[in-house]
């Protein structure tokens, strides 16, 4: 089998390619230097005014499996993944049971095995989440967990944090950190200001999560271990990031296009749906956000896609799960929110979204290498998107982007060579 990308222009940044040309895939595998296979059944995709890229990674996703399957599983989250032009995503750990040992990853990875998009998963840092005991990190990782996280569950007791930075480092995986130093946060629902003081609602103020992110930076200084921050909303810890690259201690980062695209004023009408952890802050963090994107502070663009049952979310502001669904609505907010205003170039978008994540995980995608697993996303800059939560692939319909008109989207995907989405 082959598959032709004819005429599109190829943005590869794990090789500096940007240009109009061909990308064969035969057997499921980038052929650089192979011609058209005369032998074979094959396709040809019109890929003029597109751009080819990798496959994109979304390495924060809640695909809810097990335990939650009322909001998601394995299947739909990758389902989702593939219309949002995702080829790989990642799981986190805050499932029911926790991913918090070796018969869960498995489970999750068995079950990836059979979904339309690469799956990986990470594993808890402590036994069911609870921040009391380490979980069982070495058997995890020799499981297949690609990293070991905290999101939803962020570790209060920083010796504890300590040695599961000091045993995860032993594996050379990352520790995936979810910022908030939780006595901060009791009860709180919106970022901390003047909403929150109109609105009436309780206060998230942002030095929660630049405290920890500090803390955690300082781990990392002291244990060696690559700490990765999750979810970046605040200015702050873009800054405590940005100092500890400076000083070389092995972090990295990522943000979340609902963190570029909205402020606060989107719980001004009390929408639940804009209700998300951290929660969402004001126009000059998306500023900094948008600094720490185009100079390489953050590295990662992922989507913390929180799917939630229409139970959980139409209820009062107070009682409303923290969480936005994201891997539909990515693509056409980083093109829309960061490549369109100039803020970010398509070609470091792309890089945010697959060979940096690739890298942290240190898992072998996010590139068109010769001879690399054939994962590409093809992407139109310029199509028309309103967003519609009703056609989500998702079982999720948490989205405050609901009827946003938004231009740019990915038009086909395509896992190991085969074309997943649109489904044929
Ligand atoms: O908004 C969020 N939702 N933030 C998290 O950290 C967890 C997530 C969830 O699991 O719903």
Known sequence: MWLLLKG?????????????????????????????????EGQTINCAGLVVAPGLIDMHVHMREPGYEHKETIATAAKAAAAGGFTTIVGMPNTKPAIDNRAVV???????????????????????????????????????????????????????????????????????????????????????????TILGLRPWPRQAEAIMVMRNILLSELTGCRLHIQHISAAESIAAVRWAKSKGIPVTGE??????????????????????????????????????LADGTIDAIATDHAPHSLEDKQVEMQYAAFGIVGLETAVPLVITNLVKPGALSINDAIARMTIEPAKILGIEAGSLADGAVADVTIIDLDASVVVRSGEFKSMGRNTPFEGAQLTGKAVKTIVSGQLVSPAQ
Not at 22 to 32: N, Q, S
Not at 124 to 147: F, Q
Not at 274 to 289: G, Y
Request: charged residues 25%; aromatic residues 4%.
């Open 255 to 292: 943000t979340g296009p609902q963190y570029f695209s909205l402020t606060d004023d989107a719980l001004c009408n009390y929408d639940t749906n804009a209700k998300v952890n951290p929660p969402l802050r004001t126009q000059a963090d998306i500023e900094a956000i948008k600094e720490g």
């Open 106 to 196: 498995d489970y999750v990875l068995c079950e990836g095995r059979r979904a339309d998009v690469h799956v990986h998963t990470t594993g808890a840092a402590t036994k069911g989440n609870e921040g009391i005991e380490m979980a069982e990190i070495g058997d995890m990782i020799e499981a297949g967990a690609v990293a070991i996280s905290d999101d939803a569950y962020p570790v209060q007791n920083a010796d504890l944090m300590r040695r599961v930075m000091e045993y995860s480092r032993m594996f050379d995986v990352a520790v995936l950190a979810h910022c908030e130093d939780t006595s901060l946060t009791r009860d709180a629902v919106m970022n901390e200001g003047l909403n929150s």
């Open 8 to 40: 599109g222009r190829i943005i590869d940044p794990s090789q500096n390619i940007d240009k109009v040309g061909d990308l064969l895939i035969v057997d499921g595998r980038i052929a650089w230097n192979q011609e058209v296979p005369q032998n074979q």
